[in-house]
């Protein structure tokens, strides 16, 4: 393992509507034994919406986040795809730009901070197999999702522009969460819509454009017999699942298929029970999903 | 080398389609394209493409490769299969647009969005008495979206497009910047206020996949989010997209982070109660499965709204952050 010990950035959703996956963070780290310092004093990274009327403030906010996680001299941890992006493209325009870092610094000075470029900045899952490792994942399986089918959805900014997203380095960051399904025991479920936008960013400005992209998705994948779809972005799973009755509703499909974060899928698998990570606190019940998973063998 | 290609047949005449395999010998520095046309020369004469240049300019060759749009002569099949004489490729015609015959598109909805911008620039005033001048910066910003060569990869791929054929999509919008933000177009705000539209500018959820996809480094998607920018400035602002953007933004400003209860009301107008009434259900479930942050139910900017630990601190960045702002370049002459 390259690091144990991470600075770790919630974001707003986790710390918002999705308190379930908060839980489940902390719980799974403590179980896979990673330390994380969370980083209460950090600001949202913008999401990409305040950069549409002033980038410079969300550039300056999250060299903030990244200089608070390099004075604790800590890599930086998310668990949300759309903060991942941000931070990946915000990190790549202040390296690229030495003479706007330094202006950029002069504030972070008032505070006492400063940030110098290459601070490693994972997702959860990138971290959990770059950095943790599937090989020792699978070791601690006790209950393998044998029979289960999940299909990955990986959310807009942890994929694109894969230019700034270490794709070089790291070729097979577009299949972990294929990898991290089946290192678990489940199928994967191969779909279109795994890759594609979950419309979440404009439900508020084009609602039936949103729920029809989320509506479409879910359809796919349960078409081709999914059990659940599981996400490393809780922008996503807000619009798979808190607003899958509507999406239902708009797209006239008939879906009812539970959505999971990531840290709860490795939960199931290493034998946390599920209330613990309030799985029983999602709008589309998760309950068929662990009847089936409670029919399963379990490992001795 | 070996390649494998899966490659997508449409009948023009009965409009079915199917899969034909291919396998052939072919150079190690061999791109799509080169095997494309080997298969029609010596495979199978009846497979339709389009290409010309051979060399990523023309813009005739766009087609689905392994699920994304790209040029087919830009694409080495040694970088596709990452060297695995056994991966088959699955080469198929641009999506989001008819498709005519095998890998040939009909391409007359892309001209139509690209006509619906307006895509000259349109002076007003009297003629100069010499050349028309305009800041380097200025030229090297429009650059980006010069640079585009109408391949129709980004409307292959766009994913709103695929909900909402109402969209203008990326290459139209991103012509549209190429105008807008030229200081010789003086119908800055008219067009701005147009784009804002339904179907516009604030129709596009920002999934980056034009920018991903984009063979000429065009990235759409960013003209899309400074034409955003230049709207606003110009004080459009009556629409979901502008208050979106302003309710997200001085939910940070006021707490650090984001308050999710306010950001409906605050985009469709905090008086749209037809509006508001149709989450309701929505906003009941979330509540019963405890996903309603209670904590957040005072609006941003409201004494006692919620706030992070060491908001004064933020508060300071944020004013400070004033002063990052490029100048605007001067236009002279």
């Known amino acids: 393992m390259e690091y144990s010990k991470w600075a770790f950035w919630p974001g707003c959703v986790a710390k918002g509507a999705a308190p379930e996956l908060y839980l489940a963070t902390n719980r799974e780290a403590k179980e896979l034994g990673i330390e994380l310092v969370e980083l209460d004093q950090a600001t949202c990274t913008g999401a990409g919406v305040i950069q549409e009327q002033n980038p410079e403030m969300a550039d300056a906010l999250n060299a903030r986040t990244f200089a608070l996680a390099q004075q604790l001299g800590l890599p930086l941890m998310n668990i949300c795809s759309t903060c991942q992006g941000i931070e990946s493209m915000v990190q790549d325009k202040l390296t690229k730009r030495p003479e706007y870092l330094a202006k950029v610094n002069a504030i972070l000075a008032d505070e006492g901070l400063h940030y110098t470029p290459g601070l490693v900045i994972k997702n959860f899952l990138w971290l959990l197999v770059e950095d943790f490792g599937l090989d020792r994942l699978k070791k601690m399986v006790t209950r393998p999702l044998t029979g289960l089918r999940v299909g990955p959805f990986y959310g807009c900014y942890i994929l694109r522009p894969s230019s700034i997203l270490g794709k070089e380095e790291h070729p097979d960051r577009d299949h972990y969460l294929e990898m991290v399904i089946e290192a678990v025991g489940a199928t994967v479920v191969d779909y279109e819509g795994s890759k594609k936008c979950c419309g979440f960013p404009i439900l508020t400005i084009n609602r039936e454009n949103s729920l029809t992209q989320a509506g479409n998705h879910i359809h796919e994948a349960q078409d081709l017999g999914a059990d659940a779809l599981v996400s490393p972005c809780p922008l996503c799973h807000l619009n798979l699942d808190a607003q899958q009755p509507a999406a239902k509703q708009v797209t006239g499909h008939d879906i009812d298929l539970p959505i999971i974060h990531l840290p709860q899928l490795i939960g199931l698998a290493i034998g946390v029970p599920p209330k613990e990570m309030r799985m029983d606190h999602h709008v589309v019940s998760t309950k068929k999903l662990l009847e089936k998973l409670a029919a399963a063998p379990v490992r001795a | ?333």
């Open chain 2, 1 to 333: 080398m070996k390649v494998k290609l899966k490659v997508k047949r449409t009948n023009p005449e009965t409009g079915q389609s199917g899969y034909s395999q291919y396998e052939i010998e072919a150079a190690e520095n061999v791109t799509l394209l080169d095997a494309l046309i080997q298969v029609r020369e010596y495979e199978d004469g009846s497979l339709a493409l389009r290409c010309s240049c051979r060399s990523a300019i023309c813009g005739s060759c766009s087609m689905r490769v392994d699920g994304r749009a790209r040029l087919a002569c830009r694409a080495k099949v040694l970088a596709i299969t990452r060297g695995d004489e056994n991966h088959e490729m699955v080469v198929e015609p641009m999506g989001n647009m008819p498709v005519i015959k095998d890998l040939v598109n009909d391409m007359d909805s892309f001209w139509a969005k690209m006509r619906q911008v307006d895509p000259f620039l349109q002076p007003e005033g009297p003629e100069p008495t010499a050349e028309y001048r305009v800041p380097n910066e200025t030229m090297i910003d429009l650059t980006h979206t010069m640079n585009c060569i109408m391949c129709g990869a980004c409307v292959s791929d766009c994913t709103v497009l695929e909900v909402d054929k109402n969209f203008i999509a990326p290459a139209a919008l991103a012509k549209a910047y190429r105008v807008v933000a030229d200081p010789r177009d003086d119908h800055e705000h008219d067009r701005l206020q147009k784009l804002s539209e339904y179907g516009g500018i604030w129709d596009c959820t920002r999934c980056n996949m034009c920018v991903e996809v984009c063979p000429k480094g065009v990235a759409p998607m960013n003209r899309i989010l400074q034409l955003r920018e230049m709207a606003l400035e110009n004080g459009i602002k009556n629409n979901a997209g502008a208050r979106h953007t302003n309710i997200f933004t001085k939910s940070i400003e006021d707490g650090g982070r984001l308050n999710e209860v306010w950001m409906l009301p605050g985009s469709v107008g905090m008086f749209n109660l037809p509006r508001i009434l149709k989450e309701m259900p929505g906003a009941l479930k979330m509540a019963r499965a405890g996903k309603l942050p209670i904590g957040q139910a005072i609006p941003p900017g409201f004494p006692g709204s919620h706030k992070m630990k060491g908001m004064d601190r933020v508060r300071n960045v944020v004013r400070k952050a004033a002063s990052l702002k490029p100048k605007k370049p001067e236009v002279t002459g």
